[in-house]
């Protein structure tokens, strides 16, 4: 996962809005993906987005891609204790190998 | 709606024991793969099979092998486990390379 990078630890407080951001390396990446993990169980695919897109919204989740900085981000509005769990970001090169962010593990505090 | 099972969910083994890790998919995917996950690394790709009937190493390939027996199955086999072979295994599927995985619920393995 040196490839991909993430901060391991944010808290937030129930209600407030998450961020958490991910910096990647390869430029021919086509697709960026994120995926949450709770204690115990595999990773559930949260949303992702092509390459060829800045931003993408689905319900409380935005996704926003800046390619010249190669940066992703995933903003939760309305965190929920729910929410609380570690969150990787992946790409992938157009190859059957994804890259995975050491992962962000997510607090929220009630 | 099963998506990826795994079995079996613990396991303990002793430094030398072989086994087996099953993986399978209900979702007609043509792709599926094995990772390992390990504190503070993330998750590393194994082995991986792009179609039935084919198999390639991934990042971590050494001490293990994978068979495709089927579109629907796909194993991991530990010939002669090591303790640094204590990890999580997770299997996982997609239809082909640029779309999602989806994964399983992973395989707790530990080697005394």
């Known amino acids: 996962g040196e490839d991909v990078e993430q901060s391991l630890f944010l808290s937030v407080r129930e209600g407030d809005s998450s961020v958490i951001n991910c910096t990647y390396t390869?430029?021919?990446?086509?697709?960026l993906y994120w995926y949450k993990q709770e204690p115990g169980a595999g990773l559930q695919l949260l949303t992702y987005i092509f390459s060829n897109m800045d931003m993408k919204q689905d319900q409380r989740l935005t996704v926003l891609l800046n390619k010249k900085d190669k940066h992703l981000s995933l903003r939760i509005a309305d965190t929920q204790t729910g929410d609380s769990a570690i969150y990787f970001c992946a790409e992938s090169r157009g190859t059957y190998k994804y890259i995975f962010g050491t992962g962000t593990r997510l607090k929220v505090l009630a | 709606n099963a998506g990826v099972t795994q079995t079996p969910k613990f396991q303990v083994l002793k430094t030398g024991q072989s086994m087996t890790l099953q993986c399978a998919q209900d979702m007609n995917h043509n792709s599926m793969y094995w990772y390992r996950q390990d504190p503070g690394m993330g998750l590393r790709l194994i082995y991986y099979s792009a179609s039935e009937g084919t198999t390639d190493k991934g990042e971590v390939p050494n001490g293990y092998n994978v068979s495709r027996l089927n579109k629907r199955e796909f194993s991991l086999r530990l010939e002669s486990a090591a303790p640094s072979q204590t990890s999580v295994y997770f299997c996982a599927s997609n239809h082909d390379e640029n779309q999602p995985q989806h994964f399983g619920d992973g395989t707790r393995l530990s080697i005394l």
């Open positions: 390869d430029s021919s990446s086509t697709y």
